[in-house]
T-cell receptor
């Protein structure tokens, strides 16, 4: 079974600073995908970034990057140059090869302070 | 940019009533999903659907729930006799294929269901 752990229920960051949101995972699957989603207060789930377990390089998408450390089973999201609009819940998710459902963590609430 | 749409955005119903939540996945996607998120909790998988049949379902997806693709564009979740504990945000998602970045599941905006 897959398990995602997000240990930071809430985080604060100053506007324009960088912030790292932690995510660790547990799986016995040899191949898997890791995903981050943003959930603003309006409730929708917005896809941010994807990392495949065999990808050689850390994924980047604009201000988002994923610090993937396979040996540590961690896939931390780094948001650079935080903006007020980044305030939201952030969920880490993974999918293994046994089934195609996503397993989500409990989320981290990020607040960007002006 | 193509997106997953869901209707209604909000639904209030009486306990014991049937509800149908509707979704239009992204047009070239082949895999469809329903998830739910009880207020303040994490997102939980309900069911996945491929090639006009359920490919996987969770323990939550009991006989009260059913899914259907009635035509080429809609994907529905039916709850036959709602219970108070069915109150949640229900998300539909779709993905193009399995494997690589194309397996990214794109979520709709959700339907907030309140059972009274």
């Amino acid at each position: 079974a897959q398990k995602i752990t997000q240990t930071q229920p809430g985080m604060f960051v100053q506007e324009k600073e960088a912030v790292t949101l932690d995510c660790t995972y547990d799986t016995s699957d040899p191949s898997y995908g890791l995903f981050w989603y943003k959930q603003p207060s309006s409730g929708e789930m917005i896809f941010l970034i994807y990392q495949g377990s065999y990808d050689q390089q850390n994924a980047t998408e604009g201000r988002y990057s994923l610090n993937f450390q396979k040996a540590r089973k961690s896939a931390n999201l780094v948001i650079s140059a935080s903006q007020l609009g980044d305030s939201a819940m952030y969920f880490c998710a993974m999918r293994g090869i046994t089934g195609n459902q996503f397993y989500f963590g409990t989320g981290t609430s990020l607040t960007v302070i002006p | 940019e193509p997106e997953v749409t869901q209707t209604p955005s909000h639904q209030v119903t009486q306990m014991g009533q049937e509800v149908i939540l509707r979704c239009v996945p992204i047009s070239n996607h082949l895999y469809f999903y329903w998830y739910r998120q009880i207020l303040g909790q994490k997102v939980e998988f309900l069911v996945s659907f491929y090639n006009n049949e359920i490919s996987e379902k969770s323990e939550i997806f009991d006989d009260q729930f059913s899914v259907e693709r009635p035509d080429g564009s809609n994907f529905t979740l039916k709850i036959r006799s709602t219970k108070l504990e069915d109150s949640a945000m229900y998300f539909c998602a779709s993905s193009e294929i399995r494997g690589g970045t194309q397996e990214t599941q794109y979520f709709g905006p959700g339907t907030r269901l309140l059972v009274l």
